[in-house]
């Protein structure tokens, strides 16, 4: 990528610029900067630039970055797909976790966050397509996914995630409408990326999660 601050200013002000022509202004929306398979210094570069949230995908490249950034204040989201297997290490390493989608991984979790430790900040994932092939909740599994977080004084849910087919802005709404109908709406919509996410700031998206349009096209 020719200017990593060049693009890290732009998205911002199209961030800030999508924020404030939402008909109900809801505060600032929370850039979490996607950087999996993304080198130790292209995090370094944006932490410099004042970006603080960096989402990752894939545990143990996580956990391999973060002993190198552990001079920064940074806050981690897990953002990946999550295993029974791997809800220790997520549990002791990241300060979000957006991907919960299974009344099992909730439990797993609160139970094994050091009480030391803040409460995790937790979204429940949900499939809003209904594809086969993507993780993600029902939403109608979505009441006993929140009352398992509940449950956990370890846990502290935030809000709802989708990661949508590519071209269907719909589901924001969808994920939206899902939230307003909970008995208590939750604060936080985790929805939008590179390609969509002033749409999904248009529909009232309070966290976005950029990766390609700030670091440019990474390793598959």
Same mark, same amino acid.
């Given at each position: 990528?020719?200017?990593?601050?060049?693009?890290?200013?732009?998205?911002?002000?199209?961030?800030?610029?999508?924020?404030?022509?939402?008909?109900?202004?809801? /505060?600032?929306?929370?850039?979490?900067?996607?950087? =999996?398979?993304?080198?130790?210094?292209?995090?370094?570069?944006?932490?410099?630039?004042?970006? *603080?949230?960096?989402?990752? $995908?894939?545990?143990?490249?996580?956990?391999? =970055?973060?002993?190198?950034?552990?001079? !920064?204040?940074?806050?981690?989201?897990?953002? /990946?797909?999550?295993?029974? $297997? =791997?809800?220790?290490?997520?549990?002791?390493? %990241?300060?979000? #976790?957006? &991907?919960?989608? *299974?009344?099992?991984?909730?439990?797993?979790?609160?139970?094994?966050?050091?009480?030391?430790?803040?409460? !995790? =900040?937790?979204?429940?994932?949900?499939?809003?397509?209904?594809?086969?092939?993507? &993780?993600?909740?029902?939403?109608?599994?979505?009441?006993?996914?929140?009352?398992?977080?509940?449950? &956990?004084? @370890? !846990?502290?849910?935030?809000?709802?995630?989708?990661?949508?087919?590519? /071209?269907?802005?719909?589901?924001?709404?969808?994920?939206?409408?899902? $939230?307003?109908?909970?008995?208590?709406?939750?604060?936080?919509?985790?929805?939008?990326?590179?390609?969509?996410?002033?749409?999904?700031? @248009? #529909?009232?998206?309070?966290?976005?999660?950029? /990766?390609?349009?700030? %670091?440019?096209?990474?390793?598959?």
């Amino acid at each position: 990528m020719g200017n990593p601050e060049s693009a890290y200013r732009g998205i911002v002000g199209r961030i800030a610029a999508a924020a404030e022509r939402r008909p109900e202004p809801a /505060g600032e929306v929370r850039l979490v900067a996607v950087s =999996k398979r993304q080198p130790v210094e292209a995090i370094r570069a944006l932490a410099e630039l004042g970006q *603080r949230d960096f989402g990752e $995908n894939y545990l143990q490249e996580a956990l391999d =970055k973060q002993p190198e950034l552990a001079d !920064l204040p940074l806050i981690w989201h897990f953002i /990946g797909p999550i295993q029974s $297997n =791997k809800t220790r290490a997520i549990a002791a390493h %990241f300060d979000w #976790v957006h &991907s919960v989608d *299974r009344v099992k991984i909730a439990r797993r979790l609160g139970e094994q966050r050091d009480p030391s430790l803040p409460p !995790l =900040k937790v979204l429940i994932q949900v499939n809003v397509d209904g594809e086969e092939s993507k &993780s993600g909740a029902d939403p109608t599994d979505v009441p006993a996914i929140a009352a398992a977080c509940a449950e &956990s004084p @370890a !846990l502290e849910l935030r809000g709802l995630m989708c990661i949508p087919r590519p /071209g269907n802005t719909t589901a924001f709404e969808q994920l939206a409408a899902l $939230n307003r109908s909970l008995p208590e709406p939750l604060p936080d919509l985790s929805m939008g990326m590179s390609g969509d996410f002033e749409a999904a700031i @248009a #529909v009232g998206a309070t966290i976005v999660r950029v /990766g390609t349009a700030l %670091f440019g096209p990474r390793d598959s």
